[in-house]
């Protein structure tokens, strides 16, 4: 048994034997994915809105790093930020949960397919609320048996469907489950009411993301400087990433070296408004590009296989026009990352793959859609 598996078990007997006042109130959705995992909620969120009373406050709890993309979620939401890193720290652990437990929410809904017993099902439990619904989580061999003992901790479980399917719609079905609706497939696409204003930029301007944090997933600097010889001399392009990517990838540093390239390193909130004034993003699967298509900014992704039937491409009913993807197909497709294959030149198989005069044929057809 681990330290804080005790320090649980104490403040198991501490909340059976308090009484909370008044009557439970409010609503917590409790999200336990990334930027890119949070970007994809906001389009399915609001259908979860209508399991909350009138008048009653909606918590969306996050991620301490995925809160920073809480600016997509719609505005009456509140966030909540969990460093789930420090949740084994006895000290910040008693203090998140019982926090948790004297909010004395209503209803808890718990909206991830792929669960830790120790992480984020220690919030669900540790909020005590007469309601809590979740899906059936992602089969694991080695959290089977939590896993199946925390089944007592909902009222309702939902059967999502097999492990191969489409996140949002994922979500959707649940969320139809949950209201008793029947609703046609999200567009992925924010409404225009929340959609940030876009900054005024001077000269036309294209924003690439050659980052992600899965090395393997990056197309090699060679193929974004041949991506960057289709761009219009008058255009400006803006080499999207964190500070510390440059740090990560010294590699690429050469491509601020040509004409009219420079590197943006604006956090997501203010990045939305830059992306919303650009021609056009292209990127890597990551969180910029999921961000890019919900702001309805033309997108061309250049993705891995890895995710093939629940994250990129999306779903066919549900991708909006502005996205396009290029992958490779793969017998080995939908590995979710789990690659057997060694690495081609740093790159999973299914990258190095990818063809550059698609790339480039596609990167073409996406400028002159923005001139």
């Known amino acids: 048994m681990r330290p804080h598996h005790l320090l649980d ?14 009557k439970p109130s409010g609503m917590l959705v409790v999200s336990a994915g990334g930027l890119g995992d949070t970007v994809l909620l906001s389009v399915v969120l609001p259908r979860f809105l209508a399991l909350a009373e009138p008048g009653e406050t909606v918590t969306v709890l996050l991620r301490s790093d995925a809160a920073r993309m809480g600016f997509v979620l719609p505005p009456q939401v509140k966030v909540r930020a969990v460093d789930f890193g420090k949740l084994r720290q006895w000290a910040y652990r008693t203090q998140v949960l019982t926090e948790l437990f004297w909010a004395h929410y209503r209803v808890v809904v718990h909206t991830d397919y792929l669960r830790h017993p120790d992480l984020d099902e220690a919030l669900v439990e540790a909020a005590c609320a007469p309601q809590a619904f979740a899906m059936e989580p992602r089969p694991s061999d080695r959290h089977a048996q939590r896993l199946a003992a925390n089944r007592s901790l909902y009222t309702r479980l939902h059967d999502s469907g097999p492990p191969h399917t489409d996140k949002v719609l994922r979500w959707a079905g649940f969320a139809d489950f949950l209201t008793g609706r029947s609703l046609p497939p999200p567009v992925v696409a924010l409404p225009a009411s929340q959609l940030p204003e876009a900054a005024v930029l001077t000269v036309p301007t294209l924003v690439l993301q050659p980052f992600s944090a899965v090395k393997l997933k990056q197309s090699p600097p060679d193929l974004w400087e ?60 990551t969180a910029c ?33 502005n996205m396009h993807v290029l992958y490779t197909p793969m017998e080995c497709q939908g590995c979710l990352g789990a690659c057997w294959f060694p690495p081609e030149d740093g790159m999973y198989p299914c990258v190095a793959a990818l063809d550059p005069d698609v790339v480039l044929g596609a990167v073409r057809d996406l400028i002159a859609r923005g001139i």
């Open 9 to 22: 078990a104490w403040l198991r007997l501490r909340r059976r034997l308090t009484r909370r006042p008044g």
């Open 226 to 285: 041949l991506i960057i010889g289709q761009v219009p001399d008058n255009w400006r392009i803006k080499l999207a990433g964190h500070p510390s990517d440059l740090d990560k990838n010294p590699e690429f540093k050469r491509l601020l070296d040509l004409p009219n390239v420079d590197f943006e390193g604006a956090p997501f909130a203010q990045l939305a408004g830059i992306l919303r004034g650009a021609r056009g993003v292209i990127s890597v699967d």
């Open 289 to 321: 590009m999921h961000l890019a298509v919900v702001l309805g900014v033309p997108t061309l992704c250049l993705a891995s296989a890895a995710y093939v039937g629940e994250i990129v491409p999306y779903a066919p009913d549900i991708t909006p026009a």
